[in-house]
């Protein structure tokens, strides 16, 4: 079964920014959509971007315009760059790819 290792959280202050990354230990990466999800305490897990396999996106409306999701099939990687972070980012995120989910990793937005 593939499997998913993400890095790349941290504390960060309002307005900065991080670059999550999400390697895939199997080549189905490649033919497969994945995505970013977060789940920040008390509230339920929520989809924050998808890719397909052919490069279409979407985001949730509270990220649009300040995340990008991006992959790099070479590397088997999906990438989550987040700017302009706010407070209410703060959360755990998690790539999955189908079925699969990373073991999640922790951004902090504070001062």
């Known amino acids: 079964q593939v499997q998913l290792v993400e890095s790349g959280g941290g504390l960060v202050q309002p307005g900065g920014s991080l670059r999550l990354s999400c390697a895939a230990s199997?080549?189905?990466?490649?033919?497969?959509?994945v995505a970013w999800h977060r789940q920040a305490p008390g509230n339920e897990r929520e989809l924050v971007a998808h890719m397909t396999d052919g490069g279409i996106t979407n985001y949730a409306e509270s990220v649009k315009g300040r995340f990008t999701i991006s992959r790099d099939n070479a590397k088997n990687t999906v990438y989550l760059q987040m700017n302009s972070l706010k407070p209410e980012d703060t959360a755990v995120y998690y790539c999955?790819?189908?079925?699969?989910w990373g073991q999640g990793t922790q951004v902090t937005v504070s001062s």
């Open positions: 199997d080549i189905i990466f490649r033919r497969s959509a």
């Open positions: 999955r790819l189908a079925t699969v």
